[in-house]
């Protein structure tokens, strides 16, 4: 049994969560962890530190290529725990996703060219594309549970406008889609039927597939991921696939992802795209930590996730019992849970005010995540049962007065 229990101490630890917490409200009290961030408050694996503390007395810092090892860790876990089988030479590295996106938007379109998002969702999808001088074209998510009360949880609560997706997609200068799954901040698993519906209208109208698989890891318990490339033979070809460990493993300091291109020109294309930013280089621990989390943390992952199903259940119950307004969204995916705080009937600013300066939760605000998230919370439930208790007994307190 791993530690889930334990709290790091992060507030002088230069974490980007608690610097924001601080920026928002100088005065929290002490003892506050923010909700935001999509990291975990867990302590790293041991195995990552025990393997880097290794790797450091063996190896000195110079510039390094990605090993053979490194390669097949990849490999190995995208067979063994995603069921998907790829050949070595299709993987490219990234310093993250984010970047990764960018890189596939200045080699896979041209300076006007629409792409497509399904809002709402991951805000610097939107950036990314704005900051290349690309066309946003928004497609929002259809959300069930406007309709609908019954939400077992396998009615799902959002699900792909595709009849939208296929107008957006059949412009002629729309040319890229992002897509994510599991989908932030909705908390959606994509079926392999509806991931096969956005590949089809995505190929039929020749727009090229970025996929954002961050969070792949991620899936709770009766949920099924599917790797984008695994819907069609050959889909990989009309795709990039993103994966990293930074969410699973909390290793997002590291800065090490992986692309998955299986066409070559494209490697190519995205290749030349991030040179252009001179972002030639591999992170020699970053590599090696990913190499050891997919190597001897498998373990460790599955207890965490079986941690973050506990506190997705726990978090759902305290707020129904309590507030029943409040819509929760299933968890399928991820560690962030997706809440509909609209019943409140406060704007945003009062919203984000209540929950930075009263409540103390330092949540993401849902409107970051487009206009169709305005008046939701994102919740970060990677984090021990007690931190998320007393945050809840806090929200029930603000509440109360
Ligand atoms: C969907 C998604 N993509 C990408 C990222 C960030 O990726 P990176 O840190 O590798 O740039 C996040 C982080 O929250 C995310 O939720």
């Known amino acids: 049994m791993y530690d889930f229990k334990t709290c790091p101490d992060r507030r002088n630890a230069n974490s980007y969560k608690y610097n924001d917490m601080l920026k928002r409200n100088p005065d929290v009290p002490e003892g506050i962890i923010p909700f935001s961030v999509a990291d975990m408050e867990f302590k790293n694996a041991p195995e990552i530190a025990e393997g880097l503390k290794e790797y450091l007395d063996e190896n000195v810092l110079g510039y390094t290529a990605p090993s053979k090892a490194f390669l097949d860790s990849i490999k190995g876990w995208l067979e063994k725990r995603h069921n998907y089988k790829i050949e070595k030479e299709w993987i490219q590295l990234s310093d993250g996703v984010v970047p990764a996106l960018g890189d596939f938007i200045r080699a896979m379109t041209k300076e006007g060219d629409g792409v497509i998002i399904l809002s709402p969702v991951y805000y610097p999808f939107k950036k990314s594309i704005l900051l290349n001088n690309r066309k946003v074209v928004e497609v929002d998510l259809i959300n069930n549970a406007e309709n609908s009360a019954d939400l077992d949880g396998h009615t799902s609560a959002y699900s792909i406008d595709f009849e939208a997706l296929e ?203 487009g206009d169709a998230g305005k008046g939701f919370e994102r919740f970060n439930l990677a984090c021990p049962k007690h931190i998320l208790e007393d945050a809840l007994n806090r929200l029930l307190e603000a509440r109360r007065q």
Not at 173 to 193: M, Q
Not at 231 to 245: L, T
Request: glycine fraction near 6%.
């Open 167 to 369: 107008v957006a997609a059949s412009d002629k200068n729309t040319t890229l889609i992002i897509f994510c799954n599991p989908h932030n901040p909705v908390g959606r698993v994509w079926t392999r039927e509806e991931l096969r519906r956005v590949y089809n209208i995505c190929v039929k109208h020749d727009v090229f597939i970025v996929d954002d698989e961050i969070h792949n890891d991620l899936i709770m318990p009766g949920y099924e991921h599917t790797v984008m490339g695994a819907v069609a033979e050959d889909a990989g070809k009309h795709m990039g696939i993103c994966i990293a460990p930074s969410k699973s493993f909390n290793l997002a300091g590291m800065q090490t992802s992986a692309v998955i291109i299986q066409d070559p020109e494209v490697r190519k294309a995205f290749d030349d795209s991030r040179f252009k930013g001179y972002r030639g280089a591999t992170n020699a621990l970053g590599m090696e930590a990913c190499r050891i989390a997919y190597t001897r943390c498998e373990k460790w992952l599955d207890e965490c996730v079986d941690v973050i199903h506990e506190n997705a259940i726990y978090f759902t119950k305290f707020m129904n019992e309590h507030f029943p307004e409040i819509r929760i969204y299933p968890l399928e995916g991820t560690y962030l849970i997706w809440c509909d705080f609209r019943a409140w009937g406060m704007d945003t600013d009062e919203l984000e005010h209540f929950m930075t300066h009263e409540a103390f939760l330092f949540t993401d605000e849902g409107y970051l995540f």
